[in-house]
């Protein structure tokens, strides 16, 4: 672990946001052009990541959105193209098994789109002591890219892994990526890229 | 197991009281002139938004008495600022934006008004994105978080005109 503070990343922590449901079945609603066609494909890619992670000794956040059934806490969130969704302790709002999460591994639940916002995070973050995130899970324009805002505004080194995280539209994905990377340049990565990355720090 | 069917309710421009959110630059643009007179003239509050060397530098000749001026020590105006506590403190629910960086300070703006429950409008004809590139992906991921976020300034000039006619005298 000590080894790792010295890389470009310094002391990283995952974050694995919003991984929840069915990530086997394809969900692309072709009347809504939603969310983009290959979600399912890029939700798949991301155990392998967490399993590297793990054996590198980085802490894996797991972020899970929801919202009360009473449908108080949605603020906003209904004012614009999203529907009801994330209803806690629903079937369908679980972490996908697929993720392997562990006892020992961090878990918050957000009920807005940062995982910064309401939540634990900051808390954790300087608890483990981490001066990075990297990012993966979705979607990559609403809650990867203003939890990236946020993270960024903190001074913390962000990576999203563009193969790792899917958006609501493949254009609103593609955006995302480049404001991401124009507010913090050198941020987005591959997720294979980024597992030698990890392994050459060690 | 699905969830309960709600009807989305149809947004006005201006829901319950407006306040203008002013980042750099926006003088530059004709169009916000009038904005900014049509909010004076309602009597909502104006704060101007910017980093605090630079308002050191260039006085404080926009401001009137009564207006507000935030430092913004990061780029989302709500971030390490008072913005929140002040727009609440005035019963403010709508945010009407103009100026600075459309990717930067008033996409991560509008994000925090959104998750802390305000309504939020920007004027697209009075802010750029730098890299211009990023203009449209900017104004196209605040319209998906509240449909009708995408506003000229001359309309909300015209919300906010209608919505002075229907309050009652102040």
């Known amino acids: 672990m000590s080894t790792r503070e ?55 956040i797991f ?89 960024h505004q903190r001074g913390l080194v962000c990576r999203v892994v563009k193969d790792c995280v899917a958006g609501s539209s493949r254009e609103a994905h593609d955006a995302a990526l480049q404001a991401m990377e124009s507010l913090q340049p050198g941020s987005i990565c591959g997720r294979d890229e980024l597992i030698c990355e990890l392994a050459g720090q060690q | 197991m699905n969830p309960p069917v709600v009807c989305k309710p149809a947004r006005a421009i201006i829901e319950g009281n407006p306040a203008l959110l002013v980042f750099k630059g926006a003088a530059e643009y004709p169009e916000f002139s009038a904005l900014l007179g049509a909010v004076r003239e309602q009597g909502a509050p104006v704060i101007f938004a910017e980093a605090a060397q630079r308002r050191l530098a260039e006085g404080l ?37 103009a100026g600075g960086r459309t990717n930067v300070e008033v996409h991560y703006s509008f994000v925090d008004a959104h998750q802390n429950d305000f309504f939020c409008r920007v004027a697209e004809d009075c802010m750029a994105a730098e890299p211009p590139a990023l203009q449209e992906g900017a104004l196209k991921a605040m319209e998906y978080l509240q449909t009708g976020a995408r506003q000229t300034a001359a309309a909300l000039v015209r919300a906010l005109k209608a919505d002075r006619a229907h309050r009652p005298n102040p």
């Not at chain 1, 946001?17 to 290959?38: C, E, N, S, W």
């Open chain 1, 6 to 60: 010295s890389g470009p990343l310094g002391k990283p922590a995952l974050l694995v946001i919003d991984v929840q449901g069915d990530i086997k079945t394809p969900r692309y609603d072709p009347a809504r052009h939603f969310p983009m066609l290959q979600f399912h494909e890029y939700m798949q890619r991301i155990p392998p990541l967490i399993t590297v992670a793990r054996a590198s000794g980085i802490p894996i």
């Open chain 1, 63 to 151: 972020l899970q959105e929801v919202h009360h059934p009473s449908l108080i806490d949605f603020g906003r969130e209904l004012d614009g193209f999203e529907r009801i969704h994330c209803i806690e302790d629903s079937p369908g709002n679980a972490i996908a098994p697929e993720m392997g999460r562990r006892p020992e591994d961090f878990y918050i639940r957000k009920r807005r789109y940062s995982a910064f916002f309401g939540t634990e995070l900051d808390i954790y973050l300087k608890g483990l002591g981490a001066r990075s995130v990297l990012l993966v899970g979705g979607f990559t324009d609403v809650c990867v890219h203003y939890t990236f805002a946020d993270a």
């Open chain 2, 61 to 97: 000749a926009a401001a009137r008495p009564g207006e507000h001026w935030i430092d913004l020590p990061r780029l989302s105006a709500f971030l390490g600022t008072a913005l929140s506590l002040l727009l609440r403190q005035r019963n403010v629910q709508t945010l009407l934006v």
